[in-house]
């Protein structure tokens, strides 16, 4: 399936690369990041226009996002029915309720196989549709450009990107994670420090 798709990427530019963007953020199973890598090498060997793909792509890829938030959002009951006894699900859900709009960020790009559930999820009133398109917005933003500048860095090396990226996302996945960690914890610790700071100091006493 791969092979045709970039072949149709090829012969047809940025429409079909938006279409296949828009699918997969429904739920379709393309190889989506693939995909975004190699447009970007078809746009360094001329096949494709840069910045006009990117942009289709990303906004593509973003209303197929907000379209599973909607869908969370005005059918929750049967789609929790339908869906809320799958692995997939609960994998979502539990990262969801861990990290919240973080969650949206994180799974635009990283941990992608999670993404659709979590669109979903997001929708079921846990978070407001203005944070969710921020979060959206700026994870699609790595995920086209930064993968797809990867592939036309790397140009006809792209594939080698891809297996890298495949293989170590884990790894990377995991360094993530101990980041936001530990700028959650720093964090928590300036507010406890700035509550201290507010607390008046007792007044003396009068001799």
Not at 5 to 16: C, D, H, K, S
Not at 54 to 71: N, P, Q, R, S
Not at 174 to 180: A, D, K, T
Request: hydrophobic content about 50%; overall charge positive; some cysteine.
């Amino acid at each position: 399936m791969s092979d045709f798709l970039l072949t149709q990427v090829i012969n047809y530019g940025a429409p079909i690369l938006g279409a296949i963007v828009f699918l997969g953020a429904l739920g379709i199973p393309f190889p989506g990041t693939l995909i975004v890598i190699a447009a970007g090498a078809f746009s360094r060997e001329g096949f494709l226009p840069w910045h006009t793909t990117g942009l289709i792509a990303w906004a593509c890829v973003v209303i197929g996002d907000c379209i599973g938030y909607a869908m969370g959002h005005y059918a929750r009951g049967p789609l929790l029915r339908r869906l809320g006894r799958s692995d997939t699900w609960a994998r979502a859900d539990r990262f969801f309720q861990r990290w919240g709009g973080i969650s949206v960020f994180l799974t635009r790009f990283l941990i992608t196989g999670i993404a659709v559930p979590v669109n979903v999820i997001a929708g079921m009133g846990t978070i407001s549709f203005r944070t969710f398109l921020f979060y959206d917005v700026s994870g699609e933003a790595i995920w086209v450009f930064g993968y797809g500048g990867l592939g036309y860095l790397f140009g006809s090396q792209w594939e080698v990107v891809s297996e890298f990226i495949s293989g170590f996302g884990g790894l990377i996945l995991g360094l993530v994670m101990l980041g936001v960690g530990v700028w959650q914890w720093k964090k928590r610790l300036r507010d406890i420090e700035n509550r201290k700071e507010k607390v008046p100091e007792p007044q003396r006493l009068r001799d």
